[in-house]
């Protein structure tokens, strides 16, 4: 599961200017749902990291194995939000005014819930093994803006290798497909394949 277009733009235009807090962590949110990265990379990103309209960055978790540059061009409203944070006291060196991790997964889900983000999406009980079905706003977390950037990529250009290449995922990623869902609409074009 991840979250649509439509979904992450209703997020990202949502007045919560009445809690500072809730709105920087919803704009770092909706940065990563542009970049696509891991949390702990996104932790670690500071202003060197933007090079040339592209944040580059070697991910932490594949260095040791294969380090290879991901490099990400940067859409206008994530360099938007870049600007935004500039200069702000609370970066501390980093590019975006990022707390731990916890924190940041809490806030996303009552970002979730303050948005109205409350669908129903059934996922996999890791305690019984069993499906059931959960509203998003309890479940939404870092990795859903990693999900919702690969997963939306992925249904405009249908090209794993393409999309891998800027979510870090190598070619032929068993990783990989986990991320992407392969969506209704897919699904609806690969039955009209049968013919009338």
Known sequence: YYITIEERDLIANFDLSYNKSIETQRDIFIFQCFIGCRVSDLM????????????????????????????????????????????????????????????????????????????????????????????????????????????????QVKDPNLVGKLSGHAEGSKAFARYRDIDEEIKKDLINLLGD
């Open 44 to 155: 670690r990103l500071t202003p060197a990291n933007i090079i040339h309209g592209a944040v580059e960055y070697i991910a932490t978790k594949t260095k040791g194995e294969r380090p290879e540059v991901i490099r990400v061009p940067l859409h206008h409203r994530a360099l938007e939000l870049i600007e935004k944070y500039t200069g702000s006291n609370e970066l501390h060196g980093k590019l975006l005014p990022f707390i731990s991790p916890q924190k940041y997964n809490d806030a996303i889900k009552r970002i979730f819930t303050i948005c109205g983000i409350t669908r129903m999406v059934t996922v996999l009980n890791p305690t019984t093994g069993q499906e059931e079905q959960r509203p998003l706003n309890e479940i939404a977390s870092s990795h859903l803006a990693r999900r919702t950037f690969v997963g939306n990529l992925y249904r």
